[in-house]
């Protein structure tokens, strides 16, 4: 394990050590941070960051996890890759239960859940916008779909998109039972 690994876990352990919002409240706090909505931060505002919130990194531990996480040579780490990279693990359990989900949304079969694979298996009439006339029931089925997609929004959810948002979800799950349940109940699997 080199460096940036063990940076990475000594964080991973002290956001998990904060709860089911360890993870998802330092994404929340990093995504304010950010205020130019550039979706990366430098190694300072990395440190700084985290100090606010009580998780501590060197100088050379920040520079090391931005170094890991620059994508086009900014020196900037980019938030997005460097918060799935501090996520745990799925265990296969977690991973079969998300795929059986997904299978069930994507009607057409073709690995791309769309709003006509929603409309087949779920109904926006009861949405309460819906009720009052302030949305269709495509727009609920589009923003329900959104909610999976990644951040360049195309109205096309994929596996790894779908995947990508229940581990973050599931980061904040303490046993497979529970997130087994929580997903059989949610998508009445």
Partial sequence: MDAV???????????LSRGASGIQGLARFFRHMDRDRSRSL?????????????????TAEAQGVCRRWDRDGSGTLDL?????????????????????????????????????DLRGVYSGRAHPRVRSGEWTEEEVLRRFLANFDSSEKDGQVTLAEFQDYYSGVSASVDTDEEFVAMMTSAWRL
Avoid at 5 to 15: F, H, P, S, V
């Fill in 80 to 116: 997005e890759e460097f918060l799935r990279a501090l996520r745990p693990p799925m265990s296969q359990v977690r991973e079969a239960v998300i795929t059986a989900a997904f299978a069930k949304l994507d009607r057409s079969g073709d690995g791309v859940v769309t709003v006509d």
């Fill in 5 to 15: 690994d063990a940076t990475m876990e000594k964080l991973r352990a002290q956001c």
């Fill in 42 to 58: 430098d190694a300072g505002e990395l440190q700084r960051g985290l100090a606010e919130l009580g998780l501590v990194l060197d």
